[in-house]
């Protein structure tokens, strides 16, 4: 059953003045299965960052829909929009985006505080959640007391917090080591093993072949796709790797 059906979308912007338009996507269509794993991928330009920002409600389709669990995005009121993120979305981002002046338990209550949630409850949803992800004796620490591994553990357990239909995650691995990148990765896939549906926007081939589907972007479409089937990470990752060097080469046709 699909959870994120995506049809028809097109997005254009109007330059400052309004002299020329850019065509950032424009025909993007399909679907994620609830407790899918799927990564995103495509060049700088291809319009990763502009679908992904629609799909959290930060932006609106020119054209087609965003329909999550049977809810079209661009039907939701801008007064509406936060609580609806806070109520459907969980985040990963590059840059961790936590706050230094927080602990990291205060960091990942705060989707609860926003929502008015009280303090028992946040603790009840917390504790088990650290313990999956390994931070329960790192809860008192500030963000720059701990390391860019633990940072983003942190951040996995705020996107977690809020039971969200759908995680987002914007090149999280990014700014992590390789060490913490397969910690990061080894986390993806075991709360993905839970039934948590996963979205993530990603360069690196490394952090895609932990997915279970790639879908390739260029030119504001999806121009390819590839299923894990039964590849290990290794095959998948040498399938994604030379599907790009098609891609960049002109060497694939959609």
Same mark, same amino acid.
Request: glycine share 8%.
């Given at each position: 059953?699909?959870?994120?059906?995506?049809?028809?979308?097109?997005?254009?912007?109007?330059?400052?003045?309004?002299?020329?338009?850019?065509?950032?996507?424009?025909?993007?269509?399909?679907?994620?299965?609830?407790?899918?794993?799927?990564?995103?991928?495509?060049?700088?330009?291809?319009?990763?960052?502009?679908?992904?920002?629609?799909?959290?409600?930060?932006?609106?389709?020119?054209?087609?829909?965003?329909?999550?669990?049977?809810?079209? #995005? =661009?039907?939701?009121?801008?007064? *509406?929009?936060? !609580?609806?993120?806070? +109520?459907? $979305?969980?985040?990963? %981002?590059? /840059?961790?985006?936590?706050?230094?002046?927080?602990?990291?338990?205060?960091?990942?209550?705060?989707?609860?505080?926003?929502?008015?949630?009280?303090?028992?409850?946040?603790?009840?949803?917390?504790?088990?959640?650290?313990?999956?992800?390994?931070?329960?004796?790192?809860?008192?620490?500030?963000?720059?007391?701990?390391?860019?591994?633990?940072?983003?553990?942190?951040?996995?357990?705020?996107?977690?917090?809020?039971?969200?239909?759908?995680? #987002? =995650?914007?090149?999280?691995?990014? *700014?992590?080591? !390789?060490?913490?990148? +397969?910690? $990061?990765?080894?986390? %993806?896939? /075991?709360?993905?093993?839970?039934?948590?549906?996963?979205?993530?926007?990603?360069?690196?081939?490394?952090?895609?072949?932990?997915?279970?589907?790639?879908?390739?972007?260029?030119?504001?479409?999806?121009?390819?796709?590839?299923?894990?089937?039964?590849?290990?990470?290794?095959?998948?990752?040498?399938?994604?790797?030379?599907?790009?060097?098609?891609?960049?080469?002109?060497?694939?046709?959609?």
């Amino acid at each position: 059953m699909s959870i994120l059906e995506v049809s028809g979308l097109k997005k254009v912007y109007s330059t400052r003045f309004g002299g020329n338009k850019v065509e950032a996507l424009k025909n993007v269509n399909f679907s994620v299965e609830h407790g899918e794993y799927v990564a995103i991928m495509g060049e700088s330009g291809s319009g990763k960052t502009t679908l992904l920002n629609m799909i959290a409600a930060l932006d609106k389709p020119t054209n087609g829909s965003i329909v999550l669990d049977g809810r079209d #995005l =661009a039907k939701i009121k801008e007064s *509406a929009a936060a !609580s609806f993120r806070r +109520d459907n $979305l969980g985040f990963v %981002f590059q /840059e961790f985006n936590l706050l230094d002046t927080f602990t990291l338990e205060d960091n990942i209550y705060l989707p609860l505080v926003l929502a008015g949630k009280s303090h028992k409850e946040m603790n009840d949803r917390l504790m088990p959640i650290a313990s999956r992800l390994g931070i329960s004796q790192l809860l008192k620490k500030y963000p720059y007391e701990v390391s860019g591994g633990q940072k983003q553990r942190a951040a996995v357990a705020r996107a977690m917090i809020t039971n969200p239909k759908l995680i #987002l =995650a914007d090149e999280p691995t990014g *700014a992590l080591d !390789s060490r913490a990148t +397969d910690e $990061l990765l080894k986390l %993806f896939a /075991e709360v993905n093993k839970l039934g948590q549906t996963i979205l993530m926007v990603t360069h690196s081939v490394k952090a895609a072949s932990a997915a279970n589907r790639v879908l390739f972007i260029k030119d504001g479409e999806v121009f390819h796709q590839i299923y894990r089937g039964e590849s290990t990470n290794e095959q998948l990752y040498q399938k994604i790797s030379d599907t790009l060097t098609l891609l960049a080469t002109g060497g694939m046709k959609k």
